[in-house]
């Protein structure tokens, strides 16, 4: 994977998330944007630097046929920014599967699909396998805040008897639809309305549960999660939503992991508008302890679009297969050192 | 590498590092210590409890010849904590190499050798590849604070242009011999003497400079390494040693990596008995910006111990080679959760 020649990459899903991969693959000498792909019939024939201003000069236009414009520019790699839940992209990742290449999606259910839909699960699998393709579904969050990197710090224990991960996030200071997707504004009554639709708040939140259960070897007996709305006490004012004291400021998720009545597994999510000391902190009970903590935390947003990028030539690495963000190595990346000036003290 | 049978694993080494290795893997049900091995005469043939209380009633005594132990009894993957400096151990490794293993070592010049013995690294890797092992060496530090995690931390960048990575330990809260290790107790002449001798300090420090540049695909013009005493201010007794003001408490070693005349790598390691505000802090000069710190720091030894183990499985998933940690999934285990409780949200 540390050829000269730049990988060649279609990328699917033209929305906020896609902006920002958009302009990252056309940033990175090894990696080529050789299509964009895009369902809206709205987005179909524009040219892309009416959405990304980096496209410039690409001579890019949105396509609306995916397996066409991979096959016809020969992608090896698909970058896929569209939906959160599996029902609303199974058969875009049938199709993608097919095309033989490595997909890296933001999808938050496809970071560990063998919770909520094990028969897609092994159909996309064996797709894989058939036609050499690798699946992979990675993020901030879920994909790298609360299961890769506890995961990665467990491997400094003896033990590890237990995992907590926080996260809290001022949504004020983050993009308006999260915002939005966080519920600050609604009512209390809205909120519960919203919950009811199984269409709202932190996706794939179990799935962040259920991947670092799995990859501690962790036999769950119980996994759970609960969302709640965390209540505006003071008014908040940001450019995109006004909230009154008692109205929503945002969301509170909990998901919950039990072994042998014992919690195991705790990771505890606020998103809201006015959040205080915004944070990520990781918490092992373990031989050794280990206790890293992040003051303001880290941005969502560039953060995802990064991973999903710095994910391709990873994928690419290892075999065909639906795979998680457990499954790949750090890097392929190598460079020579050969006319370094080299100073060591011994 | 799921199967219920566990791994077979020979160690080599019985020294402070040794015990808590051996110890680590008869706990663990996954990995079955079948042989241990030590050059030193006065320890062969002695039984391995006599060093290990783990070790009771496990029939095994401490032999002199690797290679027989490792033949004879089977065994797919070795464990090795012996010396720090590859001269000192490249005859092991040859050894080692030759009889189809996987090895896991916390040799610190072995995390990467293509820094100062380039010839033995392609030597030793070629030998991997012709005999089906495979070669990692690893640790807390190097092989996990200030190389792994950067840049699995800079995975979440969409561009990094600087590594900062700090740790300060409290040698006075470590054994003695790390305490002897960092020169406590000294005078500033024997310091230097033994700086000048090449076999003092923490080993490994440019090697973690190395491998996070190569795997960065930072193509460095300079790396260097500097080291330091600190000097006592004040008394300081621990239960191994007394430190008068003026004399030595411990060492300060920084490595410094540049590119285009600019620092990209500063690597900063303090260990001195009463260092005050003992911690490890990762900040990453990047889009987004990154800084993780934990207070207290993480305690070496028994993390060392720990990354050698739960490396075994995952060197075993990866092809033969000298390996390095960037090039290892982080987990190869999986569990089935056909009877979870699941209680989704949604």
């Known amino acids: 994977m540390s050829s000269s020649q730049p990988i060649r990459v279609v990328h699917v899903g033209v929305g906020p998330m896609g902006y920002r991969v958009l302009a990252l693959i056309l940033e990175r000498p090894d990696l080529e944007l050789v299509g964009v792909v895009d369902a809206d019939p709205s987005k179909i024939g524009r040219s892309l630097e009416e959405f990304v201003p980096q496209g410039k000069g690409s001579g890019l236009c949105i396509e609306g046929d995916m397996s066409a414009c991979i096959e016809r520019n020969r992608a090896v790699a698909v970058t896929h920014t569209t939906v959160s839940y599996l029902p609303e992209c199974i058969d875009q990742l049938r199709e993608i599967t097919r095309a033989g290449v490595a997909m890296v999606s933001s999808a938050e259910e496809l970071l560990y699909p063998w919770l909520r ?15 050499g393709s690798r699946l992979l579904g990675t993020g901030i969050n879920p994909g790298f805040l609360m299961d890769l990197l506890p995961l990665l710090a467990g491997l400094s224990c003896e033990r590890v008897r237990a995992v907590r991960a926080e996260r809290v996030v001022n949504a004020a200071t983050r993009r308006g639809p999260l915002q939005k997707k966080v519920g600050a504004g609604l009512s209390t009554e809205e909120f519960a309305k919203r919950v009811a639709s199984g269409r709202f708040g932190h996706v794939g939140f179990c799935e962040s549960g259920a991947l670092l259960a799995s990859k501690l070897g962790w036999k769950l007996d119980t996994l759970g999660e ?28 909990v998901v919950s992991g039990t072994m042998d ?21 990781l918490t092992l009970d373990s031989d050794p302890p280990v206790a890293w903590r992040s003051d303001q935390g880290i941005a969502g947003d560039p953060a995802t679009a990064a991973i999903l990028v710095n994910s391709i030539d990873r994928l690419l690495a290892v075999s065909p297969g639906l795979k998680t963000v457990a499954d790949l190595p750090a890097s392929v990346k190598s460079v020579s050192f050969a006319d370094l000036d080299f100073q060591p003290y011994y």
């Open 261 to 281: 009545g014992r919690e195991t597994i705790h990771l505890d999510l606020k998103m809201y508008v006015g959040a205080p000391d915004p944070h990520d902190a």
């Open 226 to 253: 609960t969302i709640e709305p965390v209540i505006a006490q003071a008014p908040v004012k940001t450019g995109f939503v006004e909230v009154q004291p008692g109205e929503v400021a945002g969301v509170h998720q």
């Open 117 to 131: 839909h094990p028969k897609w699960a092994d159909e996309v699998d064996e797709l894989c396998k058939k036609h």
